[in-house]
């Protein structure tokens, strides 16, 4: 999908969302509901980045922000639909179906991530524990996806390591260790919701640089 494409698609719901908090507004005052229009601004802007998310093929999340903008939006929609009960579905049955959502869609377009996205051996940990052995040489343009798992990568052979490799890596509420050697110098380029990345202490002197492209939700990356 093209930029294009994802800004349009973007535009749209962002479009739709502003006449859905304008027409419950007008219902509100006209029919004197219970409307919370606070609820819904803020579940539209949930929403919104729910699609964004799921423009750039980020299905987990994506899946995760819907539930979480339905959760805000529960009552109000129970009202608009004219329910007598504004507990429509019980918050972890919700959630728990995102969850599977997430990790199916994941599964089903996981090719749309490129070659090699978590293919590589099998270098991947979803819902258990990982342990592997990466030689430094091979770490150029490695790809690791943890989706509510714990994944620790050792590094060997690091003495043949020229320096300035990219690393990628998805963690969706999973934990991700990285052990590298101590003279290396981290650069993180991340983008974290709601998740922590911590790096261990590094000298003044820079020495080999390795690049971390970070995107995770409610999860932490440890580089030790």
């Not at 803020?42 to 980020?58: C, G």
């Not at 590589?120 to 990466?134: A, P």
């Not at 002197?205 to 932490?220: A, E």
Request: proline share 2%; aromatic share 12%.
């Amino acid at each position: 999908m093209t930029k294009n494409t994802r800004s349009v698609i973007i535009g749209i719901a962002t479009v739709l969302c502003a006449v859905l908090i304008i027409a419950a507004s007008i219902l509100e005052k006209t029919l004197a509901t219970n409307i919370s229009i606070t609820s819904m601004i803020f579940a539209s802007l949930l929403f919104i980045y729910a699609v964004s998310l799921f423009a750039r093929r980020r299905f987990f999340s994506g899946w995760m922000m819907t539930a979480f903008s339905f959760f805000t939006a529960e009552k109000n929609i129970a009202i608009l639909c004219g329910l007598e009960k504004t507990n429509i579905a019980p918050n972890l049955v919700i959630f728990v179906a995102a969850i599977f959502l997430g990790w199916g869609t994941s599964k089903i377009f996981r090719g749309a991530r490129g070659n090699g996205w978590i293919k590589i051996n099998g270098k991947n940990g979803h819902f258990g524990s990982k342990t592997q052995y990466v030689d430094a040489l091979a770490l150029d343009g490695f790809k690791i996806e943890s989706n509510f798992g714990f994944y620790d990568l050792f590094v060997q052979n690091a003495e043949a390591y020229d320096g300035d490799a990219n690393v990628y890596i998805s963690n969706n509420f999973g934990t991700v260790t990285l052990h590298v050697p101590p003279s290396w110098h981290i650069v993180e380029r991340a983008g974290n919701n709601v998740a922590s990345v911590n790096v261990r202490e590094q000298n003044g002197m820079p020495g080999k640089m390795l690049y971390l492209h970070i995107r995770q939700n409610c999860g932490q990356i440890n580089v030790v």
